[in-house]
């Protein structure tokens, strides 16, 4: 015999539970077009009228409108509300667990969605004594426009410039609103005989990288090795959002003018060792001058010589006298390593923190 207390008590759980489900609502706020971030989706309000507090979990399907397959879907942590509307964004529902349906190129938190037309659903669930009751849904459709990649600027494609260090300028991609950290990498990389542009830039070992900058241009740094009169080069940039890939510019290509006056180099001219590579490569000619800043008040350090094009294999290595403070430093290499005339090498110092500081260079007999 069931008693009528426990009868009473399954009534009012039930009703309860009623009143929960018809007392919190969700209202997506995700604007119907242009660009997005995923972050974005997780733009939404809930609305409580409980007089209680009431634990509650989001899941959020992403659908294709085109095809009406499932894109993504992801779930929040749970999250505790009181009485009135609660404005919430990504940030405030981490960590959001994400499972991928098909192939979404940027699995990051921040990443851009693809292009197209989509409907965002989104079910609130009660944690209570009914766990994971459905309470509340909305749907809203929505739109991603394209990015709009960056652009170069100049130099001009297929120019000839009058300068050894040119400087290149680019505009953003648009819109720009859409990313939280901006910022670009700058690839110029020499087009060797029979290549195009494109195949230059996969191929080939930049001539400079220059990783990451917030600005729109970038000058060819004096301590990287002399551009050359006879050689066609090619440079692109990527826009990146934080460590993100977002766009990337076209290809464009540019020569030196055959009369262009160049620069004595000065001799014996000493490198500083950087703990941080910052993507300038030196022109090296029978021996490497560098300056190392011994701070740490080692008497010996440890170097290694590294052929970067052949699997950063070590050609050699071994331990260097140092003083305290700047230390100038000439290691002989042309004649004690064969090393091969427009290869790329690496000079690194190791000191007692085990703390490394370099420097890239292409060795021209």
């Not at 849904?137 to 100049?154: A, I, K, Q």
């Amino acid at each position: 015999m069931i008693s009528n207390k426990f009868l009473l008590s399954s009534l009012l759980t039930l009703a309860l539970g009623g009143r929960v489900a018809a007392q919190v609502n969700i209202s997506a706020q995700v604007p119907p077009e242009g660009v997005l971030m995923k972050a974005q989706l997780w733009n939404v309000a809930l609305i409580s009228v409980s007089d209680a507090p009431v634990g509650v979990t989001i899941m959020m399907r992403l659908i294709d409108s085109k095809t009406s397959q499932p894109v993504l879907t992801g779930v929040t942590r749970n999250i505790s509300l009181t009485k009135g509307t609660r404005q919430l964004k990504a940030a405030d529902l981490s960590p959001i667990q994400y499972e991928y349906l098909t192939a979404v190129g940027d699995r990051t938190p921040n990443g851009l969605l693809p292009a197209g037309t989509y409907q965002a659903c989104y079910s609130v669930f009660v944690q209570n004594s009914h766990n994971g009751d459905l309470i509340s849904e909305d749907c809203v459709p929505f739109s991603v426009s394209p990015v709009g990649p960056p652009l170069l600027n100049t130099p001009a494609d297929q120019s000839i410039i009058e300068t050894y260090s040119p400087q290149f300028s680019w505009l953003p991609p648009s819109p720009v609103s859409i990313f939280g950290d901006l910022n670009y990498e700058l690839f110029l990389t020499e087009v060797r005989s029979g290549q195009s542009p494109v195949e230059a830039v996969q191929q080939n070992l930049p001539v400079y990288h220059l990783p990451s900058t917030k600005n729109l241009f970038a000058n060819y740094p004096s301590s990287s090795m002399s551009l050359d009169t006879g050689k066609q080069y090619a440079w692109t940039i990527i826009a990146k959002n934080g460590n993100a890939f977002a766009a990337q510019t076209d290809i464009w290509t540019f020569k030196l003018k055959s009369d262009v006056v160049k620069e004595k180099k000065q001799e014996n001219t000493y490198i500083q060792l950087k703990k941080d590579l910052d993507g300038s490569v030196a022109a090296i000619t029978g021996t490497v001058h560098f300056s190392y800043n011994n701070v740490v008040n080692d008497s010996e350090v440890f170097y290694e010589l590294m052929a970067l094009e052949s699997g950063n294999n070590v050609l050699t290595y071994g331990q260097l006298k140092v003083i305290p403070g700047d230390n100038m430093i000439s290691l002989d290499i042309k004649r004690k390593w064969d090393l091969q005339s427009g290869k790329s090498y690496m000079l690194r110092v190791r000191n007692s923190r085990s703390e490394y500081f370099q420097v890239k260079f292409i060795y021209s007999k």
